[in-house]
């Protein structure tokens, strides 16, 4: 998105409106000004045409290595007819490609880059961006990384699917479609037909919905009358009843209505018709994920208890009884002709295991080879149904012949099952946990409100108790000492500290007052306050924190490729090294290629041959190799978002702990971004009152930090402090970097640094230049005013050093990290401020492409960039950088550029970013090594390559148990993130900080 915030270029206003909601509002919302300290501020660009539409693609492209790569790419494509532009980017590896939708499509362009000798995967769609509509659904019965990539290539395969992510660690898949193509109802069906069972989590239409509940009795006469008076209000998209049940879905827009509403008119159109009723809002019932993972560990601990009932007396019978000699005589008891009572025993009691506890496997090998594909089902199947079925022979061979001796192996087949099940219960407990910062956070919000009833005058009338889902936009709530805050909002009354760690990772209060702004889910310390509520539902910040933390888990890393590759060939190639050990150790048998005392007395050499076959068979696990890399990713995520550092998935993680070079904005990053005016020089003879009217009058049209500050500083000379009204400007213009220009009063004022007014040919005296040198000594900006092309005053503006940014920096050096500040600043400030954080390279004066130009520059000589900013004007650098920081307290466009959000706006959480990072990708390593080195190790020992030197054999039921405990090994692996803490060194800084505050 962000590759387009210099110059946007867009056919259609409607589609740009609703592709880019945020910048088109600020845009709409803002002219598009600057300060006048030279920082460069937002602009944009918009071409509307009525012709046909030009649609947009990034394509990702592997294997450019030079100019020449592109430009045999650029030249491929623009022979396709329909092409308006291509633009081939070696250096990022990316193609930005205009073209006629009537003319030519994606896949058209797609393929061609790869007929041209390179791989491309389709980045952004602008075509399909405003028919696009996520939808994330909940998929039962995936068991290994072969189910989750049949899922999505069964989901891609479908015409109007963009895009879509199954993750098989948190069981969900999320699609990106086209509406007007298909339904999700159709994806739902796809999935089921693959084999799999499907539950819609939410649609894209489900941003503002809420289920209620109707109690009481009613027709369906009057759930019709209620379908339409629902209809009839403002702000109501659609209605939906659930036929013979008493729950009503409503889609509204939060900013017009609300659910008290609905509540108010479901309950008097009713009353007096059909009887009264009382409405509610619909409780989950248990349908959520943590109430359905629940449900899956009781039913895998009850299969496992009623398969130990049954596995058991096999094992015994097998293996213990056969030693006691009163039992063994009982057991070796000849019923029918070589049949003894052991073996029937046996057969009855495994028989149960084999097909009613494993029916499960069987269910899911047949969905797996019915779709031409194979998972950890077919191996689990195919080893125990040989084991059951040999045994099977061997009992009606003894039943129907006199001199028959055989050896079964219903322990076997018993057991595996039995280890299986107990490892893939150990394995959701575990599971479990690696999602439990997402349960915390959702947990956060209070179940109750005290709303308050306010009259036209601000007083409050009275107050009630509501749930806490009922809060409309608008209302005004009140929060009592120690209670949560029920929504996000503004304070309108009474002051209190507010603990926003749960949020933020801050563990100190927040002093909060009239104005100031609160978040839902946070805790009141001691005062009362009264809070107006401005965002609610899917719109509250703590909702946004959940549905980003969820996608980011939802995301693959470039790393998780591996696995997936290896999934596809993994379940055939164990299955071919399952057969050839067994018919290398059968034919060697009967060769005589090893000697007949190798052979344990109670088989023969088939019978061994076939045990080895069935535990390599059994032992290898391509589940482990699957929840490697999205366990880890799960934890590491939900690690940083509980410290208030969140990351965007693992393709974030994965960049971030290869960077060795940061570049820094200055503004808002490592300075507190509150600019505020520290002296005022005036040339000419006038009050100063006047000045400060006229300047301000000016610069209150602009939303620049620097504006701003002298805004606020131009209030104290007014009476009206609070809101005044200040004269209105005519003409208002702004130069980006530079400076605005509007009439006042009659008379022209323009705002700016020197090159706005040498532009203007203003005339700079050398006491102006003396006070803007001084200033840029002092790391403060020299701001120049001129009345009537006359210069009159110098404005001295400083921006405090964020506390500890010198401390920060210089961790960042120990780490062997590359420091830089990059800023639209002049050079005397920017060189000030650096020389007191510590960083010794300095871009100054630099407009928002030349951030990116420079990020580029550094990319090109070996760096990974990571890229710390807060401004629109910052957005460009943070897409071209290998990872983007967004500062928290920044613009909603940086924070959607970004890759990493650092909640706290703190320079600490850098640190924090980069060495979570590190740790979760070392763990990742860590949990390859486990699953890799695992099988790699143990299919040649199930296989028997011990058992030459050293007689030691694995018994499947072993290998079955050790391929269990291998998926187990690495979610606790995971597990151990959970334990991370932050260097040390950022422990100290925090405590230094909280002392400088205090004095």
């Known amino acids: 998105m962000a590759t387009k915030l210099l110059s946007l270029t867009c056919i259609r206003k409607e589609r740009f409106s609703g592709r880019y909601p945020v910048l088109w509002k600020h845009l709409n919302n803002r002219p598009r000004g600057g300060g006048g300290d030279g920082s460069p501020s937002e602009t944009a660009v918009l071409k509307i045409d009525d012709e046909e539409a030009i649609a947009s693609a990034v394509f990702g492209v592997t294997g450019m290595t030079c100019s020449a790569c592109a430009g045999s790419i650029e030249k491929e494509i623009k022979r396709l007819p329909g092409i308006h532009e291509a633009v081939i980017d070696a250096l990022n590896h990316r193609a930005q490609i205009q073209f006629y939708p009537s003319s ?388 309108i009354w009474g002051q209190s500290h507010v603990n926003e760690s749960m949020i933020t990772g801050e563990a100190r209060p927040v002093a909060k007052r009239k104005g100031d702004t609160v978040i839902g889910g946070t805790l009141n310390e001691n005062g009362v306050l009264h809070v107006k509520v401005t965002r609610v539902g899917s719109e509250s910040a703590l909702a946004q924190i959940v549905r980003l933390v969820e996608s980011a888990q939802l995301a693959k890393a470039p790393v998780q490729k591996l696995a997936d590759r290896i999934s596809k060939f993994f379940v ?112 000419k003879n006038m009050v100063l009152r006047e000045f400060y009217e006229l300047v301000a009058a000016t610069e209150v049209n602009s939303e620049h930090p620097l504006a701003k500050a002298i805004v606020e500083y131009g209030k104290k000379f007014r009476d009206d402090e609070e809101n005044p009204a200040w004269p209105e400007a005519h003409g208002f213009v702004s130069i980006t970097g530079n400076g605005v220009r509007a009439t006042v009063n009659g008379k022209e004022i323009m705002v700016g640094n020197k090159n706005f007014m040498s532009g203007y040919k203003i005339n700079i005296t050398a006491d102006a230049e003396e006070l803007l040198a001084e200033a840029e000594g002092m790391a403060q900006t020299g701001i120049l005013v001129s009345i009537d092309s006359e210069l009159v005053g110098v404005l001295a503006v400083s921006d405090p050093v964020k506390p500890n940014a010198r401390e920060a920096i210089s961790i960042l050096k120990s780490m062997n990290i590359k420091s830089i500040m990059v800023t639209g600043d002049n050079w005397g400030t920017a060189n000030s401020i650096a020389r007191e954080v510590g960083i010794d390279s300095v871009i100054a004066e630099a407009k928002p492409e030349q951030k990116a130009e420079k990020v580029k520059e550094l990319q090109a000589a070996g760096h990974v960039v990571a890229m710390v900013g807060d401004g629109v004007n910052d957005s460009p650098a943070l897409v071209a950088a290998d990872v983007g920081m967004a500062i928290g307290a920044g613009t909603d466009i940086a924070i959607e550029a970004a890759d990493i959000v650092l909640m706290k706006s703190n320079l600490e959480d850098v640190i924090t970013a980069i060495d979570l990072s590190r740790k979760t990708f070392s763990r990742i390593r860590l949990n390859y090594v486990w699953a890799l080195g695992y099988n790699l190790m143990g299919i040649p020992i199930a296989a028997g390559v011990l058992f030459p030197s050293t007689r030691f054999r694995l018994p499947p039921w072993i290998a079955g148990a050790a391929m269990a405990a291998s998926s187990v090994s690495v979610v606790c692996c995971s597990l151990l993130l959970k334990n991370y803490k932050r260097p040390k060194r950022l422990d100290s800084l925090a405590i230094r900080e909280v002392q400088v505050e205090r004095v």
């Not at 109430?291 to 097998?318: D, N």
């Not at 190639?573 to 052979?599: D, R």
């Open 572 to 683: 055939p190639l164990v299955i071919f090294l399952s057969f050839s050990t067994w018919l290398a150790w059968f034919l060697a048998g009967k060769l005589h290629w090893y000697p007949e005392a190798w052979i344990p007395s109670s088989m023969d050499s088939f019978e061994l041959a076939l045990q080895f076959g069935i535990s390599v068979m059994v032992i290898a696990c391509p589940c482990a190799l699957g929840l490697a890399t999205p366990t880890a990713v799960m934890v590491g995520t939900g690690v940083g978002a509980s410290q208030g550092v969140l990351i965007k998935g693992g393709q974030a993680l994965e960049r971030a702990h290869k960077v060795n070079c940061i570049v820094f904005d200055k503004t808002g990053t490592l300075t507190m971004g509150k600019p505020v005016v520290v002296k005022t020089k005036l040339l």
């Open 104 to 491: 030519v499509n994606v896949e058209t362009i797609r393929e061609t880059i790869e007929d041209a000798g390179f791989e491309a995967s389709l980045i952004e769609n602008e075509a399909n961006e405003r028919s696009r509509q996520v939808c994330r659904i909940r998929i039962n019965g995936m068991t290994c990384t072969s189910c989750s990539s049949t899922i999505e290539s069964v989901l891609q395969s479908l015409n109007g699917v963009q895009r879509a992510h199954v993750a098989l660690a948190i069981e969900e898949a999320e699609v990106h479609y086209d509406p007007t193509l298909l339904s999700y109802d159709k994806l739902l069906e796809e999935i089921e037909n693959a084999g799999f069972e499907a539950v819609l989590i939410s649609t894209g239409e489900d941003v503002s919905k809420i289920d209620l509940k109707i109690d009481g009795e009613f027709t369906d006469e009057s759930m019709m009358m209620i379908e339409k008076s629902l209809e009839a209000l403002p702000g109501v998209q659609s209605v939906e009843i659930s036929h013979g049940s008493d729950k009503i879905s409503v889609l509204y827009k939060p900013d017009v209505t609300g659910p008290r509403n609905f509540i108010r008119v479901i309950e008097s159109t009713v009353f007096g018709h059909s009887g009264h009723i009382k409405a509610t809002v619909f409780s989950e019932g248990g349908v959520g994920r943590e109430s359905q993972k629940q449900e899956e560990i009781k039913q895998y601990y009850k299969s496992f208890l009623w398969s130990l009932v049954f596995t058991v007396p096999v094992f015994l019978t097998a293996m213990v009884f056969m030693y006691i000699p009163g039992i063994k005589h009982l057991l070796m008891y000849k019923v029918v002709n070589m049949l003894t009572i052991g073996e029937i025993t046996r057969w009855l009691l495994a028989t149960p295991v084999q097909f009613i506890i494993g029916w499960r496997f069987y269910v899911g090998s047949y969905r797996a080879l019915r779709r031409g594909s194979a998972n950890m089902d077919v191996l689990i199947a195919l080893g125990t149904n040989a084991a059951y079925f040999y045994s099977l022979y061997t009992v009606l061979r003894a039943a129907t012949s006199p001199d028959f001796k055989g050896v079964d192996f219903f322990e076997t087949s018993a057991m595996l099952i039995s280890f299986i099940i107990l490892g893939k219960y150990l394995e959701i407990m575990a599971k479990g946990k690696t999602s439990q910062a997402i349960a915390k956070l959702m947990n956060l919000a209070p179940d109750t409100a005290i709303l308050l009833a306010v009259d036209e005058e601000g007083s409050v009338t009275g107050e009630e108790e509501i749930d806490g889902r009922l809060i409309q936009k608008n209302d005004v709530i009140k929060i009592v000492p120690g209670a949560k805050v029920a929504s996000d909002g503004y304070v």
